[in-house]
T-cell receptor
Framework: KAGVTQTPRYLIKTRGQQVTLSCSPI?????VSWYQQTPGQGLQFLFE???????NKGNFPGRFSGRQFSNSRSEMNVSTLELGDSALYLC?????????????FGPGTRLTVT | AQTVTQSQPEMSVQEAETVTLSCTYD???????LFWYKQPPSRQMILVIR??????QNATENRFSVNFQKAAKSFSLKISDSQLGDTAMYFC????????????????FGQGTILTVHP
């Protein structure tokens, strides 16, 4: 089974621009979660999508948004980029159902904002 | 809100020896899951081991085992027969379990412990 894939792997953007990151979950996994990883703040939960609906959300400003498509692929968007948005963005997928809760991570998208 | 604390920013061990990484957490929840993930340098996060809070028996996965002390809210990871490939950042993580056994995809991570295995 193919793992979680994320595109692009690296991105360089300028302050004020917007960016869209993509995540394809493991086949059959319907839940996708997004995390931001920085040296200062560590790993922080952004949001989770299941069946095209956001079910959970972390403490991030409204500039961070996401969506999920009917094939479970997910995108996250960051508008009006700030220098502090430079980070590794990780997505993770999981199956849904009683007893299935492990999250499997993709390789991440490294975003640099200049 | 839950918090996860890893008090050892860095640790090192000789190949073939045993090392224990510490993790404590704070929560008012009764039902939850705990995990250890490893993130090798420039490589993706890998699930090492998981523990359901309702299970008293400590989880084991080959050379990896945990010491889960629910009352003390402690969840340490023991790596036996350390190998060079174990060199990585290790994260302890907490996930709340909702009614019906489901979760809503939110992992709360500790700050991580960098483990270096020396030949």
């Amino acid at each position: 089974k193919a793992g979680v894939t994320q595109t692009p792997r690296y991105l360089i953007k300028t302050r004020g621009q917007q960016v869209t990151l993509s995540c394809s979950p493991i086949s059959g996994h319907r839940s996708v979660s997004w995390y931001q990883q920085t040296p200062g703040q560590g790993l922080q939960f952004l949001f989770e999508y299941f069946s095209e609906t956001q079910r959970n959300k972390g403490n991030f400003p409204g500039r961070f948004s996401g969506r999920q498509f009917s094939n479970s692929r997910s995108e996250m968007n960051v508008s009006t980029l700030e220098l502090g948005d430079s980070a590794l963005y990780l997505c993770a997928s999981s199956s849904v159902g009683k007893g299935t809760y492990e999250q499997y991570f993709g390789p991440g998208t490294r975003l640099t904002v200049t | 809100a839950q918090t996860v604390t890893q008090s050892q920013p860095e640790m090192s061990v000789q190949e073939a020896e045993t090392v224990t990484l510490s993790c404590t957490y704070d929560t008012s929840e009764s039902n939850y899951y705990l995990f250890w993930y490893k993130q090798p340098p420039s490589r993706q996060m890998i699930l090492v081991i998981r523990q359901e809070a309702y299970k008293q028996q400590n989880a084991t996965e080959n050379r990896f085992s945990v010491n889960f002390q629910k009352a003390a809210k402690s969840f340490s990871l023991k790596i036996s027969d350390s190998q060079l490939g174990d060199t990585a950042m290790y994260f302890c993580a907490f996930m709340k379990q909702y009614a019906g056994g489901t979760s809503y995809g939110k992992l709360t991570f500790g700050q991580g412990t960098i483990l270096t295995v020396h030949p």
